[in-house]
């Protein structure tokens, strides 16, 4: 069974141009997060899908970034534009199960992003 | 929300040695999970271990859900166990969602 990929693996933009980064979580997972890690501090959660609904988006930084699950399979963050303070690494998980206990988050490999 | 707190922040290890990582956390949880983040960027999952001891090849975990606090073993590290250890607990966001909330790391450094 494939695990949760993300494209592109690295992407390496200037400030003020749009990037778009895909996720594909695990067949049958109905919940997908994004989360990401910049200037070395630690991870930080950005939003949570359950199925094509926003379940939880308060870690959006702000109106520059765009998340989307059309139909409830993959998912897209936009950011546009983009800024230096968003390099990074952004990392996409999903999971079976919804509630008190998701059970077990798996993680893709992340999707690093250098904006110049 | 839930703090958590990982130590130590950073650890230097000539290859072969054995080390203990450490993760506290605030409030009692249903998930918590150790990931590697290699030099490359990528995070790798390690163990899903909410209580209870795991092992795989050369690590092994151990979650004490009472006392709040997990513990990553690894033995005869290798230069290749370099990176960001992070461990991260399921807290509840307030804003509809669980979520995990993860630990600032602890940067590791195999030297051969």
């Known amino acids: 069974e494939a695990g949760v990929t993300q494209f592109p693996s690295h992407s390496v933009i200037e400030k003020g141009q749009t990037v778009t980064l895909r996720c594909d979580p695990i067949?049958?997972?109905?919940?997908l997060y994004w989360y990401r890690r910049v200037m070395g501090k630690e991870i930080k959660f950005l939003l949570h899908f359950v199925k094509e609904s926003k379940q939880d988006e308060s870690g959006m930084p702000n109106n520059r970034f765009l998340a989307e699950r059309t139909g409830g399979t993959y998912s897209t963050l936009k950011v546009q534009p983009a800024e230096l303070e968003d390099s990074g690494v952004y990392f996409c998980a999903s999971s079976q199960d919804w509630g008190a206990d998701t059970g077990e988050l798996f993680f893709g490999e992340g999707s690093r992003l250098t904006v110049l | 929300g839930i703090q958590v707190e990982q130590s130590p922040p950073d650890l230097i290890l000539q290859e072969g040695a054995n080390s203990t990582l450490r993760c506290n956390f605030s409030?009692?949880?249903?998930?918590l999970q150790w990931f590697h983040q290699n030099p490359w960027g990528q995070l790798i999952n390690l163990f899903y271990?909410?209580?209870g001891t795991k092992q795989n090849g050369r690590l092994s975990a151990t979650t004490v859900a009472t006392e709040r606090y997990s513990l990553l073993y690894i033995s005869s590290s290798q230069t290749t166990d370099s990176g960001v250890y992070f461990c991260a607990v399921e807290g509840y966001s307030g804003a509809g969602s669980y979520q995990l909330t993860f630990g600032k790391g602890t940067k590791l450094s195999v030297i051969p």
């Open positions: 067949s049958g997972h109905d919940n």
């Open positions: 409030d009692s949880v249903n998930n």
């Open positions: 271990i909410p209580s």
